[in-house]
Every structure is written in structure tokens, then in C-alpha cells.
């Protein structure tokens, strides 16, 4: 029985070398649209063997290059076959049933079906063969998105100028300009918003300080709180229910982006603004945002080259500047070799993809790395070698320059380190990188236009650097210049010979020792306070409250929205993933994968060898019964022993299975040489 098979499988191999001759040889139609491979995996002139469907692709045809040069691809003489059945397309580029401008169509940029992709509100163009997108007016372009500068709070007048978080105020952008409005329960005095009701520096109405020792309750200045309130630094409060002091002094309750903080039960919570969705510690617009996109925590997906999109609350992504959309990657069709020239025109497998065209060797200058031709010493996928990526910085990208890594920061951001940082308003890279701004006691760091400033802590007044205290300080009291004489001292800001009642002499200042951050409890005694806080004295008890935007985490200041550390709440770390790097915006944890790589979940994946993303996010790469499998440039190519292939995830033999007669999934009762009888 063994011996009749062996024939059988021999007369099958004979009947199929024939078969390929014939057709190879003669003048009929070899059109092998949709066939099944031979069982050597080979097609006739014209079509490779697709393995990871087992049938015949068209190909583009091989020019003899008169160097010797042979299996370079000519992607026009492709375009000119196709055009040849049916009406001419000219100087355009027949695809599918049309002819199109391969220089100037968005949809076929450079090679049929590759597709140039926008972000919301833009609009995809094709110059000259490559994919480019522009902004209707009035947006104005700002790296990979369109904004309108005259009204986003985080791209203000300018790329990237996002309007600073204002204490008791909600701040819009009008006009390229940040304005900021008090909220409820706080009037505007000078620039600051204070609550006359309780403010004893401002105590029912702007500029109306209360004597030193009282405190402020109900916009009136008395001795002590009313029953049921606390003193938090001469402010009567109620604990539980006071929004800048809630549960404890100093304990701030601060707005999440797109909502509004409140405090109940002596607890922190918030509500969000209409068309936001409350997930975790954030209010967030699932229908916009890549993270969340139609859901709390539906995470979509980036491949290389592109930035994950969402719309309408359903995910996609829009390509990098140089890079097209074929399906559901971005690639370069001049050196893809799975879109070479044009989306799904794959190069063999002993080729690589240079210049739009499959080549058996690479070009003088550059190399071989997974199927392309590429110059490592500027392609930052492959900077000095194969193997080696860059990194990619939040709002910048990477580049590779002399086979060195480096990055390229958007619009209005600077390069400082592997970071892109403001230099404009950034208090430790002010002006230039890695200059600090010294912040002040009594006060805090500012940086406005590059140049380092100072902001006072109320009940302060900046005079010449330093932030002091104009009711007390004997160099500067009532006035900065105001320098009281010898033997005298300065209380109410007033140079006198003694102090008034219920204040301590301090080397010539009169304050009250349970209050004064400066001699808090006993003279020289000065409150601290960590980076973004202001420190305050509490009956004789140093504390500090954080600055407007920030929260308290143990015994730190910070940035719930941009806190890689403790982002969206304390403790909440951001973790960077292996080849890639970690942020925190808008309060959610977002990854950057190093050039080249996919975004797939939260991990920086290479679908060109990735088995369970080969070729994209997802796709799969499995052996068939009986085989081998390996992803190669982004290829599962699937390998049966000799005289079989793969068909449903098995080996099989096609002359001879009457399940896969000649081809995959062909039924008949009799299977000889692969033909049904």
C-alpha cells in the first residue's frame, strides 16, 4: 500500500512540473488570481507564492537592470501592465478600477491603495509622492494635531503654551491670551482671588487686614473663631466642608482637568463638567481620548511610525510625517519590504526593499535590517546597528544622527537631555537647560519668558529678591524702603519704640510668635516647605500648603496630571516598559515606544519578529500541525515538510487530501495529482 502512495505522490509531482511548464511556455492565460501555490510553493512569471494564504499574488514585474543586477522591481511597469487591459490611464497609475495621480492622491500616495492619514479636524495631502496633512483654518498645526491657539488652555497663542493653574480660579484661553475668572465664593483683588469671607488679610473686602492676633470669620475680624469653626493661619473654616482646607489646615482640594473639586464629610471629591466621564481620580472625554476611548481604560493601540487616535469613542491613529497608512500599519513604502512601492506589494524572501523597489542587494551606504535597505547612521529604528532603537521623548521624536541618538522636540519645546521641556516657564530648565530658579523664604520660584522671578506668600511683599513681611520687618517697614532707626521696632508696619500687646520683639520685628512663619513658636524659628508649597505657622506649629494645581502626597507637592510618580492620585506610579518610555497626562499613565516599534497594550513590541504581533498589534504567528512557523519582517511564514503546506493550521499533502485537493479547503471523494475525480 505504502509503495502505491509513494507512486501516486511521484505521478502528482510529475503531473504538477508539467503543468508549471506548460503554463510557463505557452501562449495562454497564466493568470493565477487566487490559485493555490505548487507544491514547491512556486507561481509563473509575474506571481510569488503568498505562504501565509498557500495562493498566487501578483508581483511587480523584474527588470533586467543591465548590471547583472537581477529581481529589482519596477513599480511604473507594473502600473503601465495593469493599465493595459482596458482603457489607458496615461500618466496616471491605474489601481483596482481607477487611474490616480500617485504624486498628488491622498489615497494613493506614492503606490496604489497607500493612504495618507490626518489627525481629528485635518486634512490628509499627498506632495509629490509623500503624505503630509494640513489644518483648516482657523486650527493652526502643532506637531501630529491641529489646535486653535486662540482658544485651547494648553496650546495658548503657541504651540505648547498651555495657560498656569491660577489659585481659586478657572483659567480659559480668549483671544491667545490666558484669563482667568474667580470661582464661586472668591472675589478678584489685585491678581489673586480671595475669599473675603475668611481671609484675614483681605477680611470683607480687598485690602482690609485684620489686627495682628484676630482672625477673619464671615468677612468680620474678631478675637476668636465661632463655635464649629477651626483657624487655619487666621481663617475661619469650616473642616469639613472648606474646599483649601478640608479634613485638616492646609489640606487642598484641587480640580481634576474637566471637573470640579469639592470637599464633603471632611473628604476630597469631585464631580465632572458635562461631556466627561469620571474614571478612577480623573474626568475624561472617552470619546476623544486615545487611553479611554469609548471606555474607562480601553487603551488603543499605535503601531510604528503612528499615534494612536480617538473618535467618536472608536480607536485609530494617524501616521508620522514621511509615513503612510497600508491596513493597519505605517509604513515607508521605499523601504517596506511588505508594501514595496505600494501597500501589500511584498518583496521575496531573499530581497530587501530599497527606494520603492525590491532588490536582491542592498545599495553601497546602507543595510539589510528586516527586509529594508536603510542607512544606520541616520534611521533612529536602526542607529549604528540593526538592533538598536531610540528613544522617543514625550512631544518630541527621535533621530539618529552620525549613528548617534538624539531627539526632535515639537513646536515650542526644547531639547534637554532625553526630555523636551518650555524653557519659557519652566522653574528648573529657566531660560536655558538646568537653570534652577532659587525660590525665596516666605515665597516661591517663578519662571515667566525664560527669566527667573519670585512669588510672595501672602502676607508677603517681594522687595528686592527677598519676600518679607511689611507690617513687621524692621529693613522694610510699611514700604520696601522703609528702614526703621535704631532702639525702634516695626509693628502694624510702623516704626515704634515697643511692641504692641500680644507681639514678641524678633531683633526688631514685632510678630505673633503662634502665627509668623518666619518666627514660628519662637523667635528665628522659620517654616520650610517642599518644592510647589508655601509654608504657614499654625499656633506655634510649622505646616505648608501646596500651591494652586498641586497636591499634598505625604510630605510632597505634586502634580497629580503630569506626576510620572503619583499620577491621577499619591502612589499611582507610571511604569516604562522594556524599549520604550513612561509619562503621566492629564492624570493617566501613557507609554512611548523607542522608533520602530508598536504600541500593543502597554507594551513596546517589533511586529517584524514578534510571534503573537507579527506584522501588527495582535496578529499571531502559530505553527501549522506538522510544521514550523517564524515571523520574519513582519511575515508569518509557515513551513510544512516537503511536498505539503499549510492549510487550517495543518500539513497537508494537496495532491493527494481530499479534504485540500489541489488547493486548501477543495473537497472531492478522489484526490489525484490535485485534481478531483
Known amino acids: 500500500m505504502r509503495k502505491h502512495w509513494s507512486l501516486l505522490r511521484l505521478l502528482a509531482t510529475l503531473c504538477s512540473l508539467l503543468w508549471l511548464a506548460f503554463a510557463c511556455g505557452s ?52 502600473a503601465r501592465e495593469d493599465s493595459s487591459d482596458g482603457a489607458s490611464c496615461g500618466d496616471r497609475a491605474r489601481c483596482g478600477e481607477g487611474c490616480f495621480d500617485l504624486q498628488h492622491e491622498a489615497a494613493h500616495c506614492g503606490g496604489c491603495g497607500v493612504e495618507c492619514t490626518a489627525p481629528s479636524s485635518g486634512r490628509p495631502i499627498c506632495d509629490d509622492g509623500s503624505c503630509d496633512f494640513r489644518c483648516p483654518a482657523p486650527l493652526e498645526r502643532c506637531a501630529q494635531s491641529c489646535v486653535n491657539l486662540a482658544s485651547d488652555p494648553k496650546h495658548c497663542g503657541d504651540c505648547g503654551a498651555a495657560c498656569p493653574s491660577k489659585a481659586n480660579a478657572r483659567t480659559t484661553c480668549q483671544a491667545r491670551k490666558c484669563v482667568s475668572a474667580c470661582e464661586p465664593g472668591y472675589q478678584p483683588c489685585g491678581t489673586a482671588c480671595v475669599a473675603f469671607a475668611t481671609d484675614p488679610k483681605n477680611c470683607g473686602r480687598c485690602n482690609a487686614p485684620c489686627a495682628v492676633g484676630q482672625v477673619c470669620a464671615s468677612g468680620t475680624c474678631s478675637d476668636d473663631c465661632p463655635a464649629g469653626l477651626a483657624e487655619c493661619n487666621g481663617s475661619c473654616v469650616d473642616l469639613k466642608t472648606n474646599r483649601a482646607n478640608c479634613g485638616a489646615c492646609g489640606r ?40 479611554n476611548c469609548g471606555a474607562c481604560g480601553r487603551r488603543c493601540n499605535a503601531p510604528a511610525y503612528g499615534t494612536a487616535t480617538c473618535a467618536a469613542g472608536t480607536c485609530g491613529f494617524v501616521c508620522q510625517n514621511g509615513f503612510a497608512r497600508c491596513g493597519s500599519v505605517c509604513i515607508a513604502t521605499s523601504s517596506d519590504a511588505n508594501n514595496c512601492g505600494g501597500c501589500g506589494i511584498r518583496c521575496g524572501a531573499d530581497q530587501a526593499c530599497s527606494g520603492g523597489r525590491c532588490v536582491s542587494l542592498c545599495p553601497a551606504g546602507t543595510t539589510r535590517c528586516s527586509g529594508a535597505c536603510v542607512n544606520t547612521s541616520t534611521n533612529p529604528a536602526h542607529c549604528n546597528a540593526c538592533s538598536r532603537t531610540c528613544p522617543v521623548p514625550v512631544n518630541g521624536s527621535a533621530r ?59 502676607g508677603y ?129 501613557s507609554i512611548s515606544c523607542n522608533a520602530g516599534l508598536s504600541e500593543c497594550g502597554q507594551a513596546c513590541i517589533d511586529t517584524s519578529s514578534s510571534m503573537d504581533h507579527c506584522g501588527g498589534c495582535g496578529a499571531a504567528c502559530r505553527a501549522p500541525t506538522g510544521g514550523t512557523a517564524q515571523c520574519s519582517a513582519g511575515r508569518c511564514v509557515q513551513t510544512c515538510p516537503l511536498g505539503q503546506r499549510a492549510c487550517n493550521g495543518e500539513c497537508v499533502d494537496t495532491l493527494l487530501n481530499p479534504r485540500h485537493c489541489g488547493t486548501c479547503n477543495r473537497v472531492c471523494n478522489l484526490c489525484v495529482a490535485g485534481l478531483c475525480l
Open 27 to 78: 501562449g495562454l492565460d497564466t493568470s493565477l488570481e487566487g490559485k493555490a501555490c505548487n507544491a514547491a510553493y512556486q507561481c509563473v512569471r509575474g506571481w510569488v507564492c503568498d505562504r501565509n494564504s498557500n495562493t498566487c499574488v501578483r508581483t511587480l514585474n523584474v527588470v533586467d537592470s543591465g548590471s547583472g543586477d537581477a529581481g529589482i522591481v519596477d513599480a511604473d511597469a507594473n
Open 252 to 291: 487642598t482640594c484641587v480640580n481634576p482637568p474637566g471637573g470640579t473639586a469639592s470637599c464633603a464629610a471632611s473628604a476630597c471629591t469631585f464631580q465632572c463638567n458635562a461631556g466627561f466621564q469620571k474614571c478612577g481620580n480623573a474626568c475624561l472625554n472617552v470619546t476623544t481620548d486615545p487611553n
Open 400 to 458: 539618529c544622527t552620525g549613528g548617534t541618538c538624539g531627539i526632535l522636540c515639537n513646536g515650542g519645546l526644547s531639547p534637554c537631555g532625553t526630555s523636551c521641556l518650555r524653557l519659557d516657564n519652566d522653574t528648573r530648565n529657566c531660560g536655558v537647560c538646568g537653570r534652577t530658579c532659587p525660590a525665596p523664604a516666605n515665597g516661591s520660584a517663578t519662571c515667566a519668558g525664560g527669566q527667573c522671578g519670585i512669588a510672595c506668600n501672602s
Open 461 to 589: 511683599t517681594p522687595c528686592s529678591g527677598r519676600c518679607v513681611n511689611l507690617q513687621a520687618d524692621l529693613a522694610h517697614c510699611g514700604t520696601c524702603t522703609n528702614v526703621c532707626s535704631a532702639g525702634q521696632t516695626c509693628s502694624g508696619g510702623t516704626c515704634r519704640l515697643n511692641c504692641a500687646t500680644g507681639t514678641t520683639n524678633c531683633s526688631g520685628s514685632c510678630v505673633t510668635l503662634s502665627s509668623d512663619s518666619s518666627n514660628c513658636g519662637t523667635c528665628g524659628r522659620t517654616c520650610s516647605a517642599p518644592a510647589n508649597a508655601s509654608p504657614f505657622c499654625m499656633q506655634s506649629v510649622c505646616s505648608f500648603a501646596c500651591e494652586p494645581g498641586f497636591n499634598r502626597c505625604g510630605a510632597q507637592c505634586v502634580d497629580h496630571d503630569t506626576d510620572s510618580d503619583h499620577c491621577g492620585s499619591c502612589d499611582v506610579a507610571c511604569t516604562a516598559p522594556a524599549n520604550g518610555t513612561s509619562s503621566c497626562t492629564g492624570g493617566q499613565c
